[in-house]
Every structure is written in C-alpha cells, then in structure tokens.
C-alpha cells in the first residue's frame, strides 16, 4: 500500500500568512494527488485534483504543486473561514489513502 | 443540482450487520465510479471501497474486505454498503462519494460528497 504522509499535523498562523503543508508518497504517484478541506461537522471538500488543478469554486488563494513522491499545498494568504483540516488523497493505486491530515488554526 | 443523501446507519452490536444506501440525484448515475470513505470519530479520513459503472470492479481497504460489500443498482441510482460482522473500529461516519476520470490526466478524484451517515457498533 502506498503511505502519505502529511505535515505539520496542526499549525497555527495569523489573517494574511502565507501557509505551506506538505504530503509524502511512499512511492511515485505521479500527479495523482488531491487536497481536500474539511470543516467540523462536514463532508471534505476538494480544493486542488491532479497535484496542482484548482477545483472551480474554491478560492484562488490555494494552490498546489508537486509530483512524484512529494507535494504541497500553499494557502498564499489565510483568511479566517480556512480553519480547517486539510488532507491529501492518493488515487494512483488502490488502496486510496489519505494523509493524517493538518489542522488549520487562524489565530 | 447533483446530490448524495446517505442513509441506514444506526447503532449495533459488535458481530452485527448494517446496509447503507447512497441515493443519487441530478447526474447521470451509471456514468460515474462511486466510493464509500468513512472518519471515526475524531480521526482522519479513510477510504473504503470503489465500484466502477457496471459493478465489473470493486476495491477494499484491507481492514474490511470479506466483511463489507460495496453493490449499485443504476437503475434505482444508488449505492449500497453491506456490512458484516462489524467491529468498535467500523464505528464511523460514512460518506458516499462520486469519483471523476479528467481526461488528459491520470487522477481519479471524488468532488461531490454526501453529508453522511454514522454507524455506531457497541454493546
């Protein structure tokens, strides 16, 4: 099984930051890569699919990159309604797997 | 508007079975691969299983193979997980998901989501 692993696992930052979390593979994955945010009580929601291809809708404030075994998502300026947790999914070989996930705090 | 409304989740004891349907609206059902992804309460995000259109291919997560199973009727447009002998650690919301094929691009990935339904396995 291919293992992502995501970090920080929590991260604390002010209005205006420019935020970066990083996602591993265990093996090369391609582009097949995708960020997801997930609010307390709600389904996620995608913000970026194929490592670097911003979902419509979702601010333009994210983006992604990265490919191979290593990827990032940038927030460039955090607002307050991005606190969230934020996980990475690997869709190149089943098992998909999900990142541990980084909690998003917006002091 | 396109929509996935979860349902049949509940509270059983451990060694119980459990179905829980997914019903689709607003988009072509049986054009589309579907997923189960589940989140224990507190924890991260996992997911379960996929069935392609046809039901000609499913995936599992190890922890649940040979006790869950993942099915669709398209005709009724809806998703079904039959779960087995269940565990405290199957406790869970359940998400239904579709999964999108860009073409040019090799990334599945699952952009619409349904709010969920959870499953509680206790004594």
């Known amino acids: 099984d291919i293992q992502m692993t995501q970090s920080p696992p929590s991260l604390s930052a002010s209005v205006g930051d420019r935020v970066t979390i990083t996602c591993r593979a265990s093996q090369n994955i391609g582009s097949s890569l995708n960020w997801y945010q997930q609010k307390v009580g709600t389904a996620p929601k995608l913000l970026i699919n194929a490592a670097s291809s911003l979902q419509s809708g979702a601010p333009s404030t994210f983006s992604g990159s990265g490919s191979g075994t290593d990827f990032t998502l940038t927030i460039s300026s955090l607002q307050p309604e991005d606190s969230a947790t934020y996980y990475c999914l690997q869709t190149n070989r089943a098992p998909w797997t999900f990142g541990q996930g980084t909690m998003v705090e917006v002091k | ?123």
Not at chain 2, 26 to 39: L, N
Not at chain 2, 48 to 76: E, L, M, P, W
């Open chain 2, 1 to 123: 508007e396109v929509q996935l409304v979860e349902s049949g989740g509940g509270l059983v004891q451990p060694g119980g079975s459990l179905r829980l349907s997914c019903a689709a609206s607003g988009f072509s059902f049986s054009s589309h691969w579907m997923s189960w992804v589940r989140q224990a309460p507190g924890k991260g995000l996992e997911w379960v299983a996929n069935i392609k259109q046809d039901g000609s291919q499913i995936y599992y997560v190890d922890s649940v193979k040979g006790r869950f199973t993942v099915s669709r009727d398209n005709a009724k447009n809806s998703l079904y997980l039959q779960m087995n002998s269940l565990r405290a650690e199957d406790t869970a919301a359940y998400y239904c998901a579709r999964v999108e094929i860009p073409t040019g691009v090799y990334c599945f990935y699952m952009a619409v989501w349904g709010k969920g339904t959870t499953v509680t396995v206790s004594s």
